[in-house]
């Protein structure tokens, strides 16, 4: 065993009159270390706990969310799928390539925009002659349509009337670029969502779907 020296207040000795402290031998052990370490450890472990309390919160919360909205959108294509009545006023997308078949909802505000894509206020109705601007989440209803090309089919479905639209071009702009809004005279559709599709936050850019009215089909 390592001895270490330590003071001893019972033995004196003394020098010229004046007490001496004496150093004697003792057993080694560990010195009396502070408490800091095992308070950062319990503090680490808090934070931890917190964190994944949070984390599950939040995820609850998302998962609850895209529930609502999907739910609410499966309501919306159960009405259109019902009577012709029920429908007079609901307009239905159809976009072959990507899957996606939604009932669109008028105005696009944050509130509709949570429910399914969203045709602008003063923009043209679908299939008739102007440019009928459709928006939607990048994330949610919109998030495959990064992947429509030139020549991709789009079907509009109202009142009864069955449009077919064909994808003619295919851009990125500043949100600031409102000239892809501009009227046009030909029937068009335009498709807007942000841009890039992947990225985590707010995207930067719009990603912009322009589709031009096809001719009707000739019986052979």
């Known amino acids: ?16 009159g004046a007490p001496k402290l004496v150093l004697k031998p003792g057993p080694w052990g560990p010195l009396n270390r502070s408490k800091k370490p095992k308070l950062l450890a319990s503090t680490r472990q808090t934070v931890s706990y917190a964190l994944i309390v949070t984390g599950s919160v939040l995820v609850l919360w998302v998962t609850g969310n895209y529930g609502l909205m999907y739910w609410k959108q499966r309501a919306l294509l159960r009405q259109w799928n019902g009577e012709t009545v029920a429908r007079q006023n609901l307009t239905k997308l159809s976009i072959p390539k990507i899957g996606l078949e939604d009932v669109v909802l008028e105005g696009a505000t944050s509130h509709s925009l949570l429910q399914g894509p969203a045709h602008l206020k003063g923009s043209a109705e679908p299939g008739t002659a102007g440019n009928a601007v459709i928006a939607g989440h990048r994330d949610t209803f919109f998030r495959h349509v990064h992947s429509l090309r030139v020549g991709d089919d789009i079907y509009v479905m109202r009142d009864g009337h069955r449009f077919h639209f064909v994808v003619r071009a295919r851009k990125v702009v500043q949100p600031t670029d409102l000239s892809v809004l501009r009227p046009t005279t030909d029937s068009e559709i335009t498709l807007i969502t942000c841009y890039p599709t992947h990225v985590i936050g707010p995207a930067p850019e719009r990603l912009i779907i322009v589709a031009k009215l096809a001719p009707p089909e000739r019986d052979h």
Request: proline letters at 0%; zero cysteines.
């Open 1 to 16: 065993m390592v001895l270490r020296t330590r003071v001893s207040r019972r033995s004196r000795h003394f020098v010229n």
